[in-house]
């Protein structure tokens, strides 16, 4: 049949009949450090839920560094119940606001993390946190010319912010200029030669530049520095993914999956590893799973959709089909997909406007040229 990519992938996914799914999956995060002062409400808190009215000044304070335990310890859950409610009481808890930017992002709630990061940034414009984390989330939503611009501001504010340069390096990356990724990915390495986010990116602009020893490098060094965060894994089994060592791809997907139970882009590079081995009821289940698990995850139903249609199941596939067109309306591999399962359920109108709609978004795609040759002879 998402190369990815973050990857994100979600973007960079051209399906075709017997076509190898690939996700990039990559997302740059600002890394902190857990400060030691007033962890407050303890883990038992967390796990109830602060809520905003019990939250006294101190208490504020003190969920806000709650929070930043609990997300270097890779509990997002928990640390997105502390940001809240430090963020409750007082709505202008710009730190708060900005990590929970990151968290959602880190959750696959982009929308959300959108959302809570452009508060932030309305609030202090020039905070460099808040725009490189709300620039990684425009860029795991797929608006990399946002995240760029947010994160080169970021950079223009403070050159010595190794994470503006990581973030920035993603946003390049998957833009596939992996040359201004790459530099990049060095100026935030030379800031902080530790930091993950810079390791995971030089990893991500490597595997764009189609260097993948380069990029398995970098993604273990990345995994060493942060070990309880799970996209690390992620990107490093989509790398082993791409040079066919399923194994050892698997082996890392479901170490990101031990670390976040819902990291709906591990269980959709499963899937693809599945796929790839034709286990096709298997990688639908998998599929199935990411969409659960995120419900506006483009890449897993149209990877849903090819499972089912590889299988022959051509109505149980449409609906799939529909949906990943309706996230990814620009996907011609998808409108033709559509278009094939419509002309074996003998529905020749629809499949052909499909085959049309594919070719007007991409017109050397031979799955839709095919596909308008067929419909014209069922029409003679």
Known sequence: MESLRRRRSNSRFVLAV???????????????????????????????????KALTPVDKEAATNKGDELLLA??????????????????????????????????????????????????????????VNLSTAYDWNGDYA?????????????STYAPAYASLAEAYADQTNWQKAIEAAQQALGLDENNPDALRNMGYALEVKGDLDGAI????????????????????????????????????????????PSNSRAYGGIGMVQYSQKKFDLAFAAFQKAI???????????????????????????PFFQKAIEFQPQNASNHAGLGWCYYYTQKYTEAWTE??????????????????????????
């Open 146 to 158: 946002k995240a760029t611009e947010l994160a080169a501001k970021a950079v223009q504010i403070d």
């Open 292 to 318: 659960e698990l995120d419900p506006t995850y483009a890449l897993a139903y149209g990877s849903a959709a090819w499972s089912k249609y590889t299988l022959g199941e051509y109505d149980a596939a449409l």
């Open 217 to 260: 490098g970098y993604y273990q060094r990345a995994i060493q520095s942060r070990p309880t965060l799970a996209y690390p894994y992620v990107s490093l089994a989509t790398a082993y993914r791409l040079q066919g060592k399923n194994q050892e791809a698997l082996s890392q997907y479901q170490k990101a999956i031990e670390l976040q």
């Open 355 to 380: 085959f049309r709609k594919a070719l007007e978004i991409n017109p050397d795609l031979g799955l839709a040229k095919n596909g308008i040759s067929a419909v014209q002879d069922k029409r003679q």
């Open 74 to 131: 890779g509990k997002l859950d928990e640390a997105a119940v502390q940001y809240q409610a430090a963020i409750e009481t007082d709505k202008g808890n710009i730190a708060a606001m900005a990590r929970l930017c990151k968290v959602l992002t880190l959750m696959y709630k982009s929308d959300e993390a959108i959302e809570i990061g452009k508060k932030a940034v309305s609030a202090d414009g020039n905070n460099v946190e808040a725009l």
């Open 18 to 52: 017997a076509i190898i799914l690939t996700i990039m999956a990559g997302v740059t995060f600002v890394v902190l450090s857990a400060p030691t002062r007033g962890a407050g409400s303890g883990d038992e808190d967390a796990q109830k839920g602060t809520t905003a």
